[in-house]
């Protein structure tokens, strides 16, 4: 006659015990990774677009301080940037730099004229392989996981800003898509540049 065995009710508790506590102890450190994940990403791309931005206007000042049709332009990587070109009460106050990269098409360069649309461009120019970037939300909203960063601008006259999110830190809605994040900078992991001083700033509240 063959005798069966198993596990007795003791050792069945101890073992749900033991998961347990793996689980409370192992939870949060995999959460805080995660964390650090995001952070790492968005420091990691801020960093290489504060340099991208540093080497356009390096690249600007080499060849001279060019211009084209009044406006501040320098080819980089290959691509024709139109920079920053403030005018002569703006260069006395201090308020606009010259020649840090507003778009990569002849409009605009006057930093309140920042658009999403120019951040965007900026982005896919100054930056080696790029992460896929989205300057419209419903975009973002439709495509799950698919762009890894979101881009919008804060109005601020000469002070307005590209702010870039990190999109897998932003809030999901109840039918499990992406909110619009608005400008909320404190909230989500995220970083801005600034047209006007060259600024990049990483934001990972």
Same mark, same amino acid.
């Given at each position: 006659m063959t005798k069966h065995s198993g596990f007795s009710l003791i050792e069945l508790v101890i073992v749900v015990v033991v998961l347990g506590i793996l689980a409370v102890t192992a939870l949060p450190r995999?959460?805080?990774?995660t964390e650090e994940a995001k952070n790492a990403s968005v420091e990691g791309v801020a960093g290489g677009f504060a340099t991208g931005v540093s080497l356009t206007r390096a690249q600007w000042e080499a060849v001279g301080r060019s211009k084209e049709a009044a406006k501040n332009v320098v080819i980089? $990587?290959?691509? !024709?940037? &139109?920079? =920053? #070109?403030?005018?002569?009460?703006e260069m006395t106050a201090g308020t606009v730099s010259p020649g840090y990269p507003m778009t990569n098409?002849?409009?605009?360069?006057?930093?309140?004229?920042?658009?999403?649309?120019?951040?965007?461009?900026?982005?896919?120019?100054i930056l080696q392989n790029p992460p896929r970037i989205a300057s419209s939300f419903?975009?973002?909203?439709?495509?799950? $996981?698919?762009? !890894?960063? &979101?881009? =919008? #601008?804060?109005?601020?006259?000469?002070?307005?800003?590209?702010?870039?999110?990190?999109?897998?830190?932003?809030?999901?809605?109840?039918?499990?898509?992406?909110?619009?994040?608005?400008?909320?900078?404190?909230k989500f992991k995220n970083f801005t540049y600034?047209?006007?001083?060259?600024?990049?700033?990483?934001n990972i509240n």
């Open positions: 995999f959460l805080d990774v980089y $990587d290959g691509t !024709k940037l &139109y920079l =920053t #070109t403030p005018t002569n009460t098409q002849n409009e605009d360069v006057t930093p309140a004229s920042l658009t999403p649309a120019k951040c965007e461009s900026i982005w896919n120019s419903s975009d973002v909203s439709g495509q799950g $996981d698919f762009y !890894k960063f &979101y881009v =919008t #601008t804060t109005n601020g006259g000469t002070d307005t800003s590209c702010l870039f999110y990190l999109v897998n830190s932003l809030d999901k809605g109840s039918d499990g898509l992406y909110t619009d994040p608005g400008s909320d900078t404190g600034k047209p006007a001083t060259g600024q990049v700033a990483a």
